[in-house]
């Protein structure tokens, strides 16, 4: 397993990195770590639970971890998220004043690939950089303008001085940046999207960052871009919110 990511969901899930790479289950309370993840952060951390490594982490308050663990002990992993499991959760958030707000899977990625930028010009944003493209709906993917998971790097494909794509990553934890991908809808179906998350990837390997890559279980396309630019899946995560 690889060991920032250990690293990383121990910390966001309050536990030892033993606990990570273990067969077993685990239930704790939550409590801000410092390294954790921080992209779009709630105030509070009423649930969240990820599977990882074949088994269920879960953290959160004291009274629904009980709960959870009474309820999901002997669960395994690979069929946690399946509806009956998700409609008890929705159910006993709801008597707590809370939903599932998120449920994605992720990827991660250690190893350079190859990429072949072709006949477009490549454009390369640090952080000072990124400022220009506040506001712009275009990238909203590649760039969110989180304060808490500041966007760090960024690279763009041109074609005659027009944009057709924007990769950007957000620095989600010290050693964990996070990739968000735009195309325009005029170059979809060229490769840039793989092309841009490949170059980029590649680029925060270099810098001794792990880059990981989140969607929507449904978004095929976006995990075909994942998987074609050199990820795999690591983990899946749900996290409430309030309702």
């Given at each position: ?70 309820k999901f002990e002997k669960t395994a992993g690979a069929w946690f998220f399946e509806p009956e499991n998700l409609r008890i959760i929705e159910s006993r958030l ?80 010290p050693i964990m940046w996070q990739i968000g991908i735009d195309v325009r809808p005029e170059a979809e179906g060229l490769g840039i999207g793989k092309m841009l ?34 990820f795999h899946p690591a983990w899946v995560e749900l996290a409430a919110t309030k309702r």
């Open positions: 397993m690889n060991l920032f990511l250990c690293r990383q969901l121990a910390l966001d899930y309050c536990c030892r990195e033993e606990d990570v790479r273990d067969k077993e289950n685990h239930f704790t309370e939550f409590s801000f770590q410092e390294g954790r993840r921080r992209f779009r952060e709630e105030k509070d951390c009423f649930l969240k639970i990820t599977v990882v490594n074949g088994k269920v982490l879960a953290s959160g308050d004291p009274s629904i971890i009980k709960w959870c663990e009474q709801q008597e707590s004043g809370y939903k599932i707000g998120m449920m994605h899977p992720f990827f991660i990625s250690d190893t350079i690939s190859d990429a072949v930028p072709g006949e477009y010009e490549i454009r390369w944003f640090e952080e000072d950089e990124i400022g220009q493209f506040r506001g712009d709906e275009r990238f909203k993917n590649a760039y969110s303008f989180c304060e808490e998971a500041p966007d760090v790097l960024g690279i763009g494909a041109f074609r005659k001085g027009m944009v057709l794509g924007m990769a950007g990553a957000s620095a989600d934890s998350v490949t170059l980029l990837k590649n680029e925060i390997i270099r810098r001794g960052i792990l880059p990981f890559y989140g969607t929507a279980f449904s978004h095929l396309a976006s995990q075909s871009v994942a998987l074609g630019s050199g």
